[in-house]
């Protein structure tokens, strides 16, 4: 009596959660995975194991598909080919992770081939294989994609220079660490992104004990936005050539005086002589670069060497570059893959010409360069990036509106530290901040 009563109640549990399994998928997600999203992957991903890798080539036979029968040598297919083993499905936040043991003889790239038929089969958003010990890989199912529309996880600790602008694929934060990877390049087309990323990294910074610059030459239409915040902004490409000789200036003070103490980096430089560390963004690196006369030339020859030294000498002085364009090439002149020698961190979004996606990541990894050229045109704020421990994650940046940005910039104005350098008629040499 007992037992019918418990298989009633049930079945009544089985058949509510299938009613409201719709309502419950569209508003809360996580627990429809949790309830039965998993649950039936789960049961999917076992069912379908070993039929998947037979016709996919990955299970094999234990025992040789031809066998003696007296002097006759019999060949036929293998009667029973063994998968790879499979772990027990593992929960995580919107999606589920399973260990599989490979055979001797498999390597990871063997089933990386299979993770589209895999995507199909187990009926997930996107399946991704890693391998952190060898004879194992992981694959760990998306059930939806996650940067459709991010939820930030904010409970991470900030730290000077570290900020959450967005959200990695796989839920955890993306973040832009300048301790980590002192200098950044950005690249996407138009609308792809990138001015949305730099107003969400602006946000964050903002608050933060650093120092801003802009260099904007669009007819500075962007990063005007946070102009409040920013200690000096160059709008025409006579005054980026001003304020980057400035900041060279104040890179080679920084390192007298770190030499004169022993420091090897700002960051070990006593108490009382502590710098401010200092961020320089540039939107639209391309139009640094644009040679119409001869003039601009010279000028261009100076840009470039400048940006060079920065990026060559800042780390350590606690100045660091973002480097914002919508095409980025080598064709734009020879200091600029030097330059992107020293961009550690790299972001890409939609690009329109796969050169600018190569110079991004293409001395990388060739599957960032793939998975970048697949985001398309409704994905703005998706981009792919890639950081200095060699791995690239796909991810989108927070949605912050031009409002939010300049809200940000104008509470925090306060701690905008002044630069006369770019408004002085003779700019003094030294350590400004
Ligand atoms: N993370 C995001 N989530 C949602 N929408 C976004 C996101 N990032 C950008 N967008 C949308 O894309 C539009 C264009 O973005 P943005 O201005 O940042 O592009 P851009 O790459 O700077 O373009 P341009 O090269 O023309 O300056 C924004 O107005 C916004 O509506
Ligand atoms: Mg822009």
Known sequence: MLAQILWLALLATVLVLLIIAPGLRRNYPYVWWCLLGYPATAVRVRVTWRRLTTNLGLAVAKRPGRALLGDLVVRGDPLKPVPPRLGAPKLRRGGL??????????????????????????????????????????????????????????QLKQRALRVVVG???????????????????????????????????????????????GIDLKGGMELPLFEDRLSALASTRAEAARLLAELVAETEARMQLCRSVGARSIWDLPGKLCKLPIVVIVDEVAELYLMATREDKAEVGEISTNLLRLSQLGAALGIHLVIAGQRVGSDLGPGVTALRAQ????????????????????????????????ITLAEQGVAITADTDGQWRRARSIHVTPEQARRAARKYARLAPAWPGLHVDEPTEGVYL
């Open 97 to 154: 992770d399973v260990r599989v043991r490979l055979h001797p003889g498999q390597v990871p790239d063997h089933l990386l081939s299979a993770v589209e038929a895999l995507t199909h089969a187990w009926r997930v958003h996107a399946v991704r294989l890693s391998s952190d010990e060898l004879g194992f890989v992981t694959l760990s199912a998306l059930a939806w994609d996650p940067l459709r529309a991010p939820i930030v996880p904010y």
């Open 167 to 213: 959200l990695l694929e796989d839920g955890r934060a993306r973040m832009i660490d300048f301790r980590r990877a002192p200098h950044w390049l950005v690249v996407g087309a138009t609308r792809s992104g990138k001015s949305t990323l730099i107003a969400a990294l602006v946000k964050e910074l903002a608050p933060q004990r650093v120092a801003l610059f």
């Open 343 to 374: 961009l550690a961190g790299r972001i890409c979004h939609r690009v329109s010409d796969s050169g600018t996606a190569e110079m991004a990541l293409g001395d990388l990894n060739k599957d960032a360069l793939a998975a970048a050229q697949r």
